[in-house]
């Protein structure tokens, strides 16, 4: 399909890039009630949410801490963890720069991950073998993540000072050749609920969630991706990854702790204040309400 076939039959995304590019002048309110109106279908009661989407936007707008910003620092978040847990849970870090071309990659090992700290995606090269790579391609796709102001795209207030590196990291990966995250929903210091993310690395069409409750029971709705063909198993470190959650989300009204597991072992992957940003509709709704009667929203904040 042509990119001009894909929109035309996606006008929702054609109104969501129209939005991100030339509505950067609107106030964060306006700019999220126009977004949520056009991704849920409905306008957000901001005075007195109730489901979960509407009190994420309403986070974005009212509760602005500061540490918020250190937490989703991709660099700065591991050694706030590592203080936390210990360094074990940490994926190690090669480098840190501020420009691609300060790299120097012949001293990169063979296999590594290229991210930069302040985004989700745009940037990102998995190496699994160096003498195949383009460096040239890699550093261009670096500089468009540097760019990227990604606090614009849905007003996400903790990425709008942070401060923009590209930073490489050990490859990860498990016995059969896949890196599978467990992303653990955290409301207060208590894991509520969690989703495995599945065949992630097959493209964003393939992309299969699967969500469970805190014990581990399967729960029967969507949210972004359809469940994948073979429910996923319950991992032996699972009691464990859901006790590191609550420990490092203790004292925060949401946070999403996000883990790997590989062979065994347990690495941090990051934290996530705004699920899908709040942008993306629960199927069937009523989760979207189950979820939101979780998040008890700061007394000191609420009207």
């Not at 074990?88 to 991210?115: A, Q, S």
């Not at 029971?217 to 972004?224: A, I, S, Y």
């Not at 990854?241 to 590989?262: C, N, Q, W």
Request: glycine share 6%.
């Amino acid at each position: 399909m042509s990119s001009f076939s894909y929109y035309l039959k996606n006008p929702r995304v054609v109104c969501n890039v129209i939005l991100a590019r030339f509505c950067g002048w609107m106030p964060d309110k306006l700019f999220l009630k126009v977004k949520f109106r056009l991704n849920m279908g409905k306008w957000p009661n901001l005075k007195n949410p109730k489901t979960f989407s509407e009190k994420l936007q309403w986070l974005k707008l009212y509760n602005r801490c500061p540490e918020y910003t250190m937490m989703v620092d991709k660099v700065i978040a591991k050694e706030f963890v590592a203080s936390v847990l210990g360094e074990e849970y940490i994926i190690p870090t090669i480098g840190v720069w501020e420009d691609p071309d300060e790299i120097d990659f012949d001293k990169l090992p063979d296999r590594f991950v290229l991210k930069v700290n302040h985004n989700s995606g745009t940037g990102m090269y998995i190496c699994k073998d160096k003498s195949r790579m383009d460096v040239v391609k890699v550093k261009a796709e670096l500089r468009k993540g540097l760019k990227e102001n990604y606090y614009k795209k849905n007003r996400e207030w903790p990425y709008k000072d942070v401060p923009r590196r590209a930073f490489a990291e050990e490859y990860m990966e498990d016995e059969f050749g896949e890196l599978r995250d467990y992303k653990f929903f955290c409301f207060d210091g208590e894991v509520k609920a969690l989703f495995i993310a599945s065949d992630r690395s097959k493209g964003e069409h393939a992309t299969r969630f699967d969500f469970f409750d805190e014990n581990f029971n399967h729960l029967p709705f969507t949210n972004g991706h359809p469940n994948a063909t073979t429910t996923p198993t319950k991992p032996d470190t699972f009691e464990e990854m859901k006790l590191l959650a609550e420990k490092l989300s203790k004292g925060t009204p949401h946070v999403r702790i996000d883990f790997y597991d590989v062979n065994g072992k347990i690495y941090f992957g990051e934290m996530t204040f705004f699920h899908w940003s709040g942008m993306k509709p629960f199927d069937p709704e009523e989760w979207d309400c189950k979820f939101g009667k979780w998040l008890k929203l700061p007394e000191k904040y609420v009207k």
